[in-house]
Each structure stands twice: as structure tokens, then as C-alpha cells.
């Protein structure tokens, strides 16, 4: 039976890349980069080669093998794997490439900056501590051709050839046998002269001041060049003297060294090392320091190297989220460093991070990641975000938080494209309805049509027969300004989406009800919108053939570029509304609907009056979408450039103060509206506040009352004249029609629609005239019976007593 001699180099689990070796330093190791066969993780080889005649350096070669496997320290190389044989040793460490070769690089990139320099010193002289001060072992070889740079930019110490121990034991130091590495030796050595003997380090800190020296200045031409510093920094030259001074004695130790140049203005007290420092020891940090870390780490990473945040930073960032308690403050500067990675990378490292984090029911984890949606939204699959984000998404519809609701309704316009059929045209649409016919503030209101008029086109054919219109045409009886004019914007930013028959019949008369309304900026857009429908008409109506091209988006399935066209056309600036709901959550915290934005109305006798309502004192000067704990970005600002027909959104702010500001005067002419039009009637604002919608758009909005006729002393639009520059002493002729286009006619029943919203009203005016009734009728008993008891008992003296 034949036996076959197994070949090691081949069963080895590494392999050398097929490829020239890189630029090997001087010594007898040839570096080549390599593979792990497993899984094709990246490696460096160290090569050497058993050649007759060179036992000298087969035994240093040999002995330097034993050195890498037994020493670890993170700034010592980094030992994986060998392989020793007859003819070839094979020593596998970390990726890593030569120091000489990073710094060419380095040059040719434009230089390294001395940030990233002064943290590789460091590293090198904490090794040096390292072997000097605790494992008493003199390197004996520190130079160029010993440090090696990882992919994090980390410094590593290697080339441990030449190592011997500082106690005697083992003999002295080998010899080199290259001239490029004794150039490094220190004059003592050179010229063998009986110098005073100086302490174990001094050697080797006499070779880091060579190592500095070129670092900073290029290649090393001889010892004399030292006397002259070159490019060496001002905070660095004093301590570099130390080391190349021709007293051994006087030589600093390692960790002397390290001391000075980490004092107050050295070379080494700077934020990059700083941050090193804490994240090498970030497991043992109190959590309070890990979130101030945290919290300054965002400001510093634009000046950091870009390897060294996307293989260090990045780690800790998710070790941090993943095992310890940094919560909502690790997000802005993991989307920070997340910018760096390629596609593939971001959907292995980052996306499942976030997946997890969506789950979480930490409020600031979830503004904070609601906030940055835009940075990592186009790295998820539809998927994902329908399994898995939305649902969690969702519940912020329902948070008690004004600040997660609003964020949740921005957060939609990323989400819409990705979503399913069910997410989108039902759940999403349900929770919609909810939030504008109930919640309490009125910028959330109005940024809930301003979302539904940019999402519209995403939306199937049906469901955008059944919502848009009655959506847009409810927001245009919002007693919030702002809201109004984002329900007429809906209408203009989907023009395409209706028939001629909708514009003519439901568009045009709730747009026309809107020329009167108390608000001009109102009042602008709605003739904007009117002259934009009845364009529309009327080219139909010369060209009977163009109907079908009209309304060739009527029908069709949703269209994302048509909702990317109607976006830019209307150009809503929902930052500008948006900041109205931090400065109004600010002034009022607790603001119920009659706080934050309808003006007050009379109520019916027996009732106990409302609260006067209080006018906010925030400026308004601010389009951010930050809340007031998450602070104001400057960078968001841009966002308010987006203007329709160059309309400033920002001016929304100041409407919304002024009508909150005159809501006295608006109770006033309310109540003499409502006295003079049926008293049972209810008011826009108690059918907003009471306003019973089960998450339905059927029950969340209603058609809007056609307009009471004006009184007989006030002008036609077109009367009016609306360009003139000329003061006009009898005031806006629209000030005296508060509201009683709201309140002045009953509903109008249509045939587009199969909801009875007068049948609606009329039960809920039903009822609460009944309730009232009730109220009456308790009241009178309870006061017919005191006074049937007052009259029963009599006179009664002060003090007397009541005998049975």
C-alpha cells in the first residue's frame, strides 16, 4: 500500500492573493497580502523563505514567529495564524500595510493630517511601554520598516526579529545583518565607545525619535540629520530633543513620554486622541459618560479619517446600541458614519440596526429615527418596511406626544412608494382620516392634507375618488388659516387626478365659498385654484376631443412621477407650517383644539363658558422641523427654498399668530353671526371638536355648506377692488362674514357620494338640543324644590335649635 505524504502549505486555511508581493520593508520577511479560504476575509502573509547558508536568519526569523504568537497588545501586531515548515515559514496577521507605503498614500491624497499622526505616535510608544515597562523587553528594531497600518488607520508594532530581554538572560542582541536597519542604532552602539550606560529604553527611544523624524520628514539620510527638527510640529520638538539626545540617562521612558506630550497644548492632547483613548476603554465607562460621548461624537467625526470612523467608530456604535444602554443618542452619528459605506455594507451593518430600533419604545429613539428617515430609506426593500417598519410606524399616529405625531406624518411622504395596497389604502388612510377630523393641534391638521396632496398620486384610482375630495374640501372648514389654504393647495397639486364632472359639481363650489373667506392669503390661493379649474373647463369645453387627455390620470393606477410633478408644482414648505407645532406645543402643552387654533364661539346657556383662549408669544421667524428638545438644524433650513408660485410659506407662521391674536374680536362677530342664523345650528368648531369619526374617511370628513348670501351693504368680488394700492377707509368688506358661510345653510345633499352627512348633523344637532332640554327641566326641579323646603321650614333665629 502506497502512502502519499500530505502537503501542508496546501491544507493550510489561508492562501497568498496571486498577485506581486506589496512593497516588503527592509529585513527578511516578504508581506503578501491574503485570503482566509473560508470565508475570503482579508490578510496579511508574512513570508520567509529557508535558504542554505542563512541559519543565522532562519533562527531570528524562527524566533520572531515564537515573539508573534505570545505577545498581544492592541498596538502589537496581530497574530491569526502560521505555518512552519522545511522550506518556508508562514506567519498570518491582521490586514495591515507598511507604514512607508501609508504614508506615500498618504502624500499623494493631499498629506495626513497631524491628527491622525499624533494618534499613531501614541500607539507606537504605548507598545514600546508596553514591552519596556512590564515585559521588560528591549524591540530593539523600531523604525519605518517595524510599523504596519490596519484598515482603521490603527499603528502596529511589529518587526520583533531582533527582540531580546532587558535582564540578560538569553544573551545579548542579535545581529541585523542589514544595513538599512542599523542606521537606526544609537551613536553608544555605533562607535562602541565607553559611553555612561544608559537605561534599558534608552536604545529604543533613541530609534523612535528616528521614527518621528521621518514620519514627518521623509527617509532617514543619515544620523546627523536629526540635529535639524525639518517638519516636526513646535508642540513636538522639545520632547523630540529629549530622544535624540546624545545622553542615553537623559532619554525619557515611554510612558514619560506619553505623559508630556498628552499635557495641556502637546502634540498629543487633542479631540481624535481623546476619542481613542474612551473608545479603548468605553466598556468600563459610566453610561452617563458613554451618552455624553456619544452626544460630542456627531460634531468631531467630519474631521476624523474616513477609515478609521467607518472600521472603529462604527463597531463601537453598534456594540454600543446592541449590548449597552446608549438608547436615541448613537443614531446621529451612526447615519453620519453610515454615509461612508458602500450600499452593500450599509444593508449588512446598519439597515438591521435600524429594523431593531423601530421596535423600540423609546420616544427619543423614535423622533430621532423618524427625523433621519431620509438618510436610510432608500436601503430598505418594500418588504421590510411593510412587515416590519410600519407597523411599529403606525403607533405613532396614536402617540400622546404633538412632536412623534407630527414626524410620523412627514415620515409617510419616504414611506408612501414602498408600501402595499393594504398599508396605503386602508390603514394609512384610516389613520389619516383620524388626524384630521380629531387631533387637537392645528399645524398637524394642516400637515396631514399637506401630506395626503403629495402622497395622492401614489394612491389607487378608487381610493383617491373616495378620499381626496372630501379630505380637501373638510380641511377647507378648518377654523386653523393655514389649514384651509393647505386643503386648497390639495385641489391644485392633484388637479389631474379629478373628472370635469368633479371639478364643475364638488371642486369649484367649495373653492368659491373659500373668496370670502375672513383670511386673504386664504382667499389668494382659492382664486388661484379657481382660475386653474375653470381653465381646464373651459378648454374642454372649446375642445370636446381633449377630454379624454385631461382625464387620462383620472383612472390610472397610482403613478409615482405624476406625485413627483404635483409636488414640485404646488411646493408645499411643510417646514414652515411645521415649526408652528414646536412653538405652539411650547406655549401650550396641554392646548386643547379651542386653545391652539379655532377661534371661540358662543355656548348654549347652562354651559359653563370656556377658558379665554391665550395668544402664543413665540416669533415667528423659524421654518425648522426640529422640536424644542431635539434643537434647531441649520441644515434643514435649505428645505424652506421650496415655494409654490413663490408663495412664503414661512409667512404662515405670522397668519397663524394673527388669527390666534384676534380670536376676541372673532367671538364677537361669531356670536352676532349665530344669533342672527338658526340658533340650534352648531358651529364649525363644535363640529370639529365633537367630531365622532371611527378612523374612516366616510366619517372624518363632510361637504362643505353652500355660502349664506352676504348682507346687503357689502360688495361683490368683483366689485372689489382687489389691486388698488389706495388706502380704503371702510375696511375689509370681508370682516363681517365671519362665519356665516359655515353657519348659515343647512347641507346640501349631492348624488357623488353615498354618505347622508346632513343626516349626520342633523342627529348630532338632535342630540345635543336634547341634552340641553334635559339640563333645563333638572335645573327648574332642583330649584322648585328648594323652594318648597324654604317655604316648609319658616323663619328660623340665629342660634336656635330645631326640636323634633
Not at 546627523?224 to 513646535?234: E, M, S, T, Y
Amino acid at each position: 500500500m502506497w502512502f502519499f505524504a500530505r502537503d501542508p502549505v496546501r491544507d493550510f486555511p489561508f492562501e497568498l492573493i496571486p498577485e506581486p508581493p506589496e512593497d516588503s520593508p527592509p529585513g527578511p520577511w516578504a508581506l503578501h497580502r491574503g485570503r482566509k479560504k473560508a470565508t475570503g476575509s482579508p490578510v496579511s502573509i508574512f513570508v520567509y523563505d529557508v535558504k542554505a547558508g542563512a541559519e543565522e536568519q532562519t533562527q531570528v526569523a524562527k524566533a520572531a514567529f515564537k515573539r508573534l504568537k505570545t505577545l498581544r497588545h492592541p498596538n502589537i501586531l496581530a497574530y491569526i495564524d502560521g505555518l512552519e515548515t522545511d522550506k518556508c515559514i508562514h506567519v498570518v496577521t491582521e490586514a495591515v500595510t507598511p507604514l512607508g507605503t501609508y504614508l506615500k498614500t498618504g502624500l499623494e491624497a493631499g498629506g495626513l493630517k497631524e491628527l491622525e499622526l499624533s494618534w499613531g505616535l501614541h500607539q507606537i510608544v504605548k507598545a514600546l511601554s508596553f514591552l519596556v515597562n512590564d515585559c521588560s523587553l528591549i524591540h530593539n528594531n523600531v523604525c519605518m520598516a517595524a510599523v504596519f497600518v490596519d484598515r482603521a488607520g490603527e499603528w502596529k508594532l511589529g518587526g520583533l526579529d531582533y527582540m531580546y530581554s532587558a535582564q540578560g538572560d538569553g544573551g545579548g542582541p542579535p545581529r541585523k545583518g542589514f544595513p538599512e536597519l542599523e542606521q537606526y542604532d544609537p551613536p553608544e552602539l555605533v562607535d562602541g565607545s565607553s559611553r555612561t550606560v544608559g537605561e534599558k529604553w534608552s536604545a529604543d527611544m533613541w530609534r523612535l525619535g528616528c521614527l518621528i523624524w521621518e514620519v514627518f520628514n521623509g527617509p532617514l539620510p543619515r544620523a546627523a540629520a536629526l540635529r535639524n527638527p525639518g517638519k516636526i510640529p513646535k508642540s513636538l520638538v522639545p520632547h523630540y530633543c529629549e530622544l535624540v539626545g546624545a545622553n542615553p540617562k537623559m532619554r525619557p521612558n515611554p510612558a514619560r513620554f506619553l505623559l508630556n506630550c498628552r499635557a495641556p497644548g502637546g502634540f498629543m492632547n487633542n479631540r481624535f486622541v481623546e476619542t481613542n483613548l474612551f473608545l479603548e476603554e468605553i466598556q468600563i465607562k459610566e453610561p452617563a459618560e458613554k451618552q455624553k460621548f456619544f452626544q460630542e461624537l456627531s460634531k468631531s467625526l467630519d474631521s476624523f479619517p474616513e477609515g478609521f470612523c467607518r472600521h472603529k467608530v462604527l463597531p463601537q456604535l453598534l456594540t454600543a446600541f446592541e449590548f449597552g444602554s446608549a438608547g436615541a443618542v448613537v443614531l446621529t452619528p451612526l447615519f453620519k458614519v453610515g454615509k461612508l459605506l458602500s450600499a452593500e455594507e450599509y444593508q449588512q451593518k446598519i439597515i438591521p440596526v435600524v429594523v431593531k430600533m423601530f421596535s423600540s419604545t423609546d420616544r427619543a429613539m423614535r423622533i430621532r429615527l423618524l427625523q433621519q428617515m431620509e438618510q436610510f430609506i432608500q436601503y430598505l426593500d418594500e418588504p421590510t418596511v411593510n412587515t416590519q417598519i410600519f407597523p411599529h410606524v403606525v403607533n405613532g399616529f396614536l402617540d400622546t406626544n404633538p412632536a412623534i405625531r407630527e414626524q410620523t406624518v412627514k415620515s409617510m411622504l419616504l414611506l408612501a412608494p414602498k408600501l402595499n395596497e393594504t398599508n396605503l389604502n386602508v390603514e394609512l388612510m384610516k389613520h389619516f382620516a383620524r388626524l384630521q377630523a380629531k387631533d387637537e393641534q392645528g399645524p398637524i391638521r394642516c400637515n396631514t392634507t399637506v401630506c395626503l396632496g403629495k402622497i395622492g398620486s401614489y394612491l389607487s384610482a378608487s381610493t383617491r375618488h373616495r378620499v381626496l375630495t372630501s379630505a380637501f374640501s373638510r380641511a377647507t372648514k378648518d377654523p386653523f388659516a393655514p389649514s384651509r389654504v393647505a386643503g386648497v393647495l390639495g385641489f391644485a397639486a392633484t388637479h389631474n387626478l379629478y373628472s370635469m364632472n368633479d371639478c364643475a359639481h364638488k371642486i369649484l363650489p367649495v373653492l368659491c365659498g373659500l373668496t370670502v373667506d375672513p383670511e386673504k392669503s386664504v382667499r389668494d390661493q382659492a382664486f388661484k385654484a379657481i382660475r386653474s379649474f375653470l381653465s381646464k373647463l373651459e378648454s374642454v369645453s372649446e375642445d370636446p376631443t381633449q377630454l379624454a387627455e385631461v382625464e387620462k390620470d383620472v383612472h390610472a393606477a397610482s403613478s409615482p412621477g405624476v406625485g413627483g410633478a404635483a409636488a414640485s408644482w404646488a411646493g408645499w414648505a411643510v417646514t414652515g407650517v411645521s415649526s408652528l407645532t414646536s412653538k405652539l406645543i411650547r406655549a401650550h402643552p396641554t392646548a386643547t383644539p379651542t386653545e391652539t387654533s379655532a377661534p371661540q364661539r358662543p355656548v348654549p346657556e347652562g354651559l359653563p363658558a370656556p377658558a379665554p383662549t391665550p395668544v402664543p408669544a413665540a416669533p415667528a421667524t423659524s421654518g425648522h422641523w426640529e422640536t424644542q428638545e431635539e434643537g434647531r438644524d441649520a441644515a434643514e433650513d435649505s428645505s424652506s427654498a421650496d415655494r409654490w408660485d413663490d408663495e412664503d410659506w414661512g409667512s404662515l407662521e405670522q397668519e397663524a399668530e394673527s388669527v390666534l391674536t384676534q380670536q376676541e374680536e372673532w367671538s364677537t362677530q361669531s356670536g352676532q353671526a349665530g344669533q342672527a342664523s338658526n340658533s340650534d345650528h352648531k358651529s364649525p368648531d363644535s363640529d370639529w371638536s365633537n367630531w365622532e369619526a371611527e378612523g374612516s374617511w366616510d366619517q372624518g370628513w363632510q361637504e362643505p355648506s353652500p355660502p349664506e348670501p352676504p348682507p346687503e351693504d357689502t360688495r361683490l368680488a368683483s366689485e372689489y377692488n382687489w389691486g388698488s394700492s389706495e388706502p380704503s377707509d371702510k375696511g375689509d368688506p370681508f370682516a363681517a362674514l365671519t362665519a356665516r358661510r359655515e353657519t348659515g345653510a343647512q347641507p346640501r345633499r349631492d348624488s357623488w357620494g353615498d354618505d347622508n352627512w346632513e343626516g349626520v348633523d342633523t342627529d348630532r344637532q338632535a342630540k345635543a338640543e336634547l341634552a340641553r332640554k334635559k339640563r333645563e327641566e333638572r335645573r327648574r326641579e332642583m330649584e322648585a324644590k328648594r323652594a318648597e323646603r324654604k317655604a316648609a321650614k319658616g323663619p328660623m333665629k340665629l342660634g336656635a335649635r330645631k326640636l323634633d
